[in-house]
Structure formats: structure tokens, C-alpha cells
């Protein structure tokens, strides 16, 4: 933000005296802030449930919370309530992301077909998902296929509509060099296609992965498909404060996994992008 | 987007017909001819496999009517909207409120970094039972739910859009002696708009999804609870309609937003295309 000459000295990723760049941060340092600032979450919430401004029955201190959570990640039933919910997330992801790249990539390719298919998609996409789970408890029950049917209608658009703006943005002259070239259509779309769509198909992924785990832990604690959804419906129905608190903290765990995972994906994927290597050179 | 496609197929209509009334025809085709074949078959499959579960669009359409428009609309369904745009308005102040803080100062930023990453990685929904733990099973739950689950995309997209803010422009801005609240309209708010309306957008979606199921899960009243009640009483048809109407509110909401995120937003449209040298 500073010092325009500074990258010219070429060494940004490691600086070794902190003096010549005074705004700079000192690394480690975020690191540092971050856990004081996590440390101080926690005392906040270790404290306020002691003072008489919120009941301890409704707000159980951290430290309970995360003894109870330790203690229920000791038994299987957890665990096979993790398992039940990863494996409902990935199923989903699996089958939205299969229909919609293959959709997107046939739809986005036929302009015709794309026009014809326009005003559908614009009606469909943003119909809430959660309007389908009176459906889903009457055709499935509390099978698997209920949470399948709404993690993937949801996440099936988020991935779906990135395809077609990747199919879209190919570069015209790219295009037509393939074309001079005698690139057959199935090696245009394999070196031609397939990497302009990709940063938008895994962007994509990620908007649709987050949807995914909010739909199947919605799925499995409306309908009461097993999983982790189901576990906090029943620990909240039995008055269980400190364990619906530790659910949730599992949940979140759950949600920074997959964030993280499908990031470092992002990165792998696309680590000749220069998204990315813009990213490592600055 | 799809300009492309459209321009084709202008051009070949115009090429073969020659006449404008041609043309329109094809586009009126082309917006409405999926939809109308998709009804169609959904007439045809209900009709066909006599299934309890499938009602035909005909009958939806004449209980919609029968249902919803009634006194129904303004005990069910108002409520549950006003609800569902006070949690996201509070969401919207709340978010933008903290973001810009946050966004401005790296090292608050780095502070709570870890703790942000957390808690928007919680699925919201998780949060209707905690709520209904804390306060109980009203209308103000119902708003709460919305604001803890709205809050976290307009936040994060608060902070990277302020995060991002042009050097150039923030130097020139120094330089002129712009600052305080001022500075925040000027440059910092203005800048970050693109990015904070693509987190309200993301929150809008997510509003909607937990008014629906606070009310389904946690409620007495509303219209996620009225739908539940049909389904649960086999009420199959008028369950179908509030599917209808679920659904109508979703595309409405999105168009609203997205009229008014154009309207907004023109400036950086305009600014975006000049700069490609459009």
C-alpha cells in the first residue's frame, strides 16, 4: 500500500530486516493477535454466564461446553453421527456437482439452448429449498434421500450458474485459435473450456459446499434424519443446554473443515491461475 | 451474460423472417416455452400416475387462491415477512457496522480473524434451537434467528470490500485532506459497496431459509408452520400451494433485490465498462 519500489527488491515472502518496511506486519504476529483475540472470545463467554446477567442454564460457561464436547467425542455415537452428516454432504455435493457441471457445460456451449433454458434457471434458482421439506418428509421420511433432495437442489444452482459464466467468459480469439488449429471439439473442450470454467466451477464448489452442510444439518434437524442435526433437536428437547452448545461447536468445527478443505483444493486446482500466484508473489 | 446467445439468435431470426414480429415471437418462445412444457408434463405425469402425493398445477392454482388469498395472508404471511426483512435489516446495519471497523484496522482484523472464521462457518440453522433455548419460542426469536444467521456474510464481505479499498484512491483521498465521516461516505463505504451487496444478497437467501424453518421447527403461527400443518394433516394440495408460495417469495425477494442492487450499483456498472473500454 506504501512503498511502490519495494517488490522490486524481490524479497516480499521473506523479509529479513523489519525496519525497511515499517508497516509491514511482523510475522507471527497475526498469529499472535489471532489466538488473543480467540482467548478473549472465550474468557468473555467463560464470564458472562457467571455473572447474573445471563442464567448459566441457558448460557453454559465454555469450559463446561468444551468438557462436555470432549466427553461426547469420546463415545461412537458421535462419531457415527459426524459420519452421518459428512456423508450426506459429500453424497449431495457429489450428485449437484456431476449434474451441474455436465448441464453446464452442455447448456453453456448451445447458445440456443442456453436462451431457451434462461428464464427457467431465473424462476428456479432462487425458490428457497427449505419449501421443499414438507415434500421431502412425505415422499422419503426420514430417509437419506430427504436430506439428498434438498442439499441437492440447493447447492445443484450455486454450482450450476458458476459452469455457465465460465462457459461464457472464453476467450473469443483462444477460440478461434483452437478452431485453426483443427482442435476437435473434444480437445477444445479438455484445453480450452474445461481450465477457463475451472476457476468459476470450484468457486462454485465452495459457494456450494457451504450451502450443502447448512441444508443437511437443516434437513436433519427438521425432518430428523440421523446425523448431527438430529443429535442437537434431541438435546435441545430434553432441556441439554451444555450439550446443544457442544453440537453446535461441532458443527462449526465441521463447517471450518470443509471451508478450509475445499480451499486448499481451490488452491492446488488452480495453482498455475494467476488468482492464485498473484496471490504467493505479493 | 447471455447477450451472446441472444444476438445470434436475433441475427438469424431477422435474416430468415425479416419482419420484427417474428422476432418477438421467437423471444416471447424462448422465455416462455420451457416453463410451459415443464407445467405441461407436471400436468401430465399427476394426471397420469394418480399418485396421492402429486397434485396438478390446476388444482394448486385454484387452492392457492382459496388458501392464501384470505385473512390467512395478513395472519400468516405478513407477519412472517415483516419479520424476516426486520432481521435482515438489523442483520444489514449490524454487519456493515462492524465490518468497517474491522476492515479499517489490520489489527483488529488479525484479532478476529479466528474467532469470525469460527462462528460463520456454524451453520445458521443450528442456531433456531439454541435461540429457542435463549428466548423462548416468539416472534423476536423468530427475528433473532434471522439476525444471528444474516449478520456473517454481510460482515465478512464488509470487511474484504473495506480491506480492498483502491490505494490510489485512499492516497488521493489523504492528500486532499478528506477524512473522518466524510472519508467513510466518500471512499470507504462507496467502495465497498459492490462487495457488500453481494454479502446482503448471500444473507437474503439465508434469511429466507431460516424464517422458514424457525417456524417450521419453533413456531405456532407463520407461514413456515402454516405449510408444516398441511403436510402434517395430508392437506395435500394446500400443502403444495404453500410450496407455491414459499417458492414466490423467494423469486420475488431476489428480483426486489436484485432491481434494487442495479439501481444502486449503476455507478460501478458504469465505472466497470469504462474501464474494459466498452
Known amino acids: 500500500m506504501t512503498a511502490a519500489p519495494a517488490p522490486a527488491a524481490g524479497t516480499g515472502a521473506g523479509p529479513g530486516p523489519a525496519a525497511a518496511a515499517p508497516r509491514r506486519p511482523l510475522p507471527g504476529r497475526d498469529a499472535l493477535l489471532g489466538g488473543a483475540g480467540a482467548a478473549a472470545f472465550l474468557l468473555l463467554w467463560e464470564v458472562v454466564p457467571r455473572t447474573p446477567a445471563v442464567s448459566a442454564d441457558y448460557l453454559p460457561p465454555a469450559s463446561e461446553v468444551l468438557a462436555t464436547?470432549?466427553?461426547r467425542s469420546a463415545t461412537a455415537a458421535f462419531w457415527s453421527a459426524v459420519g452421518a452428516t459428512v456423508s450426506a454432504w459429500a453424497l449431495g455435493l457429489a450428485i449437484a456437482f456431476a449434474a451441474a457441471v455436465a448441464l453446464g457445460l452442455v447448456i453453456g456451449s448451445v447458445p440456443a439452448l442456453r436462451a431457451a433454458t434462461a428464464s427457467?434457471?431465473?424462476?428456479?434458482?432462487?425458490?428457497?429449498?427449505?419449501?421443499?421439506?414438507?415434500l421431502a418428509i412425505l415422499m422419503y421420511g426420514t430417509d437419506l434421500r430427504s436430506t439428498l433432495l434438498l442439499v441437492?437442489?440447493?447447492?445443484?444452482?450455486?454450482?450450476?450458474?458458476?459452469?455457465?459464466?465460465?462457459?461464457?467468459d472464453l476467450d473469443p480469439v483462444a477460440e478461434q485459435t483452437a478452431r485453426a488449429y483443427g482442435l476437435g471439439r473434444w480437445a477444445r473442450l479438455r484445453h480450452l473450456v474445461w481450465p477457463t470454467a475451472l476457476p468459476y466451477l470450484l468457486t462454485g464448489v465452495r459457494l456450494g459446499a457451504a450451502v450443502a452442510l447448512i441444508l443437511t444439518i437443516t434437513a436433519q434437524l427438521t425432518i430428523g434424519t440421523p446425523g448431527l442435526g438430529q443429535e442437537i433437536s434431541v438435546a435441545q428437547s430434553s432441556g441439554a443446554a451444555p450439550l446443544v452448545y457442544a453440537l453446535i461447536v461441532a458443527t462449526g468445527l465441521l463447517g471450518v473443515a470443509v471451508n478450509t478443505g475445499v480451499r486448499a483444493l481451490e488452491r492446488r486446482l488452480l495453482r498455475w491461475h494467476s488468482s492464485v500466484r498473484g496471490e504467493a508473489a505479493v | 451474460m447471455s447477450a451472446n446467445g441472444n444476438a445470434d439468435g436475433s441475427v438469424k431470426a431477422t435474416a430468415t423472417a425479416g419482419t420484427a414480429a417474428r422476432t418477438g415471437a421467437a423471444a416471447a418462445g424462448r422465455v416462455l416455452g420451457l416453463p410451459?412444457?415443464?407445467?405441461?408434463?407436471?400436468?401430465?405425469?399427476?394426471?397420469?400416475?394418480?399418485?396421492?402425493f402429486l397434485t396438478d398445477p390446476g388444482t394448486i392454482a385454484a387452492t392457492f387462491a382459496e388458501v392464501w388469498v384470505s385473512e390467512r395472508f395478513f395472519t400468516d404471511v405478513l407477519p412472517s415477512v415483516g419479520l424476516l426483512l426486520t432481521g435482515y435489516a438489523l442483520a444489514a446495519v449490524l454487519g456493515i457496522g462492524l465490518g468497517v471497523p474491522l476492515g479499517l484496522s489490520t489489527r483488529?482484523?488479525?484479532a478476529a480473524e479466528p474467532v469470525l472464521?469460527?462462528?460463520?462457518?456454524?451453520?445458521?440453522?443450528?442456531?433456531?434451537?439454541?435461540?429457542?433455548?435463549?428466548v423462548g419460542l416468539d416472534g423476536s426469536m423468530r427475528a433473532a434467528v434471522v439476525v444471528s444467521g444474516c449478520v456473517w456474510p454481510v460482515l465478512l464481505n464488509t470487511v474484504e470490500g473495506v480491506r480492498a479499498v483502491d490505494p490510489v484512491l485512499a492516497d488521493t483521498c489523504r492528500v486532499y485532506g478528506v477524512r473522518g465521516r466524510r472519508r467513510l461516505g466518500v471512499l470507504v463505504l462507496r467502495s465497498a459497496s459492490p462487495q457488500i451487496a453481494a454479502g446482503l444478497r448471500q444473507a437474503l437467501s439465508?434469511?429466507?431459509?431460516l424464517m422458514v424453518i424457525s417456524e417450521m421447527f419453533a413456531s405456532s403461527s407463520g407461514l413456515g408452520y402454516a405449510v408444516v400443518q398441511f403436510q402434517r394433516s395430508f392437506a395435500i394440495p394446500e400443502m403444495w400451494s404453500g410450496i407455491v408460495l414459499l417458492g414466490l417469495l423467494g423469486v420475488v425477494l431476489s428480483a426486489v433485490f436484485a432491481r434494487a442492487e442495479r439501481h444502486a450499483l449503476a455507478w460501478h456498472r458504469g465505472l466497470r465498462a469504462a474501464s474494459r473500454g466498452e
Not at chain 2, 439465508?206 to 431459509?209: L, S, T
Open chain 1, 69 to 71: 464436547l470432549a466427553e
Open chain 1, 120 to 134: 427457467t434457471v431465473e424462476f428456479l434458482r432462487p425458490i428457497p429449498s427449505v419449501a421443499l421439506i414438507p
Open chain 1, 152 to 168: 441437492v437442489y440447493a447447492s445443484f444452482w450455486q454450482i450450476y450458474i458458476q459452469v455457465l459464466y465460465g462457459v461464457a
Open chain 2, 36 to 52: 410451459a412444457v415443464l407445467i405441461a408434463l407436471w400436468w401430465w405425469a399427476a394426471a397420469s400416475s394418480g399418485s396421492f
Open chain 2, 108 to 110: 483488529l482484523r488479525a
Open chain 2, 117 to 134: 472464521e469460527f462462528l460463520r462457518a456454524v451453520p445458521p440453522p443450528v442456531l433456531v434451537p439454541l435461540l429457542m433455548l435463549l
Open chain 2, 206 to 209: 439465508i434469511a429466507i431459509i
